[in-house]
């Protein structure tokens, strides 16, 4: 067993597409519309699904915006170096919530960012897991 993808709902799917790749730098795996279902899924990650696990940003069509839910956490991705992925996020235009730094109660190196829809991304310097 593996883990596949984590799905999140977005109000503007264009702008969900162009934060995920465009600013933190992941592909476009495949999108597909479902015309009937008025609704759009789009897959982005780092790499071939069959090996790597993706982010399933769901559209529904007649849904401009979503609150978010209070079990939902965030999404983790590992960066060789927490500082300079913020840096690099920043400049791509992305939104900085967290500057890197060590965890509270522990030395992992962690920062967060935040997605167009308010989701939060959190990035793990590379070396620092479990520290």
Known sequence: MRILHTMIRVGNLERSVAFYTEVLGMTLLRRHDYPEGRFTLAFVGYGDESRQPAIELTHN????AYELGNGFGHIALEVPDAAAACAAIRARGGKVTRE???MKHGTTVIAFVEDPDGYKVELIQAGTHGA
């Open 61 to 64: 069509w007649d849904t401009p």
């Open 100 to 102: 890197a730094g060590p």
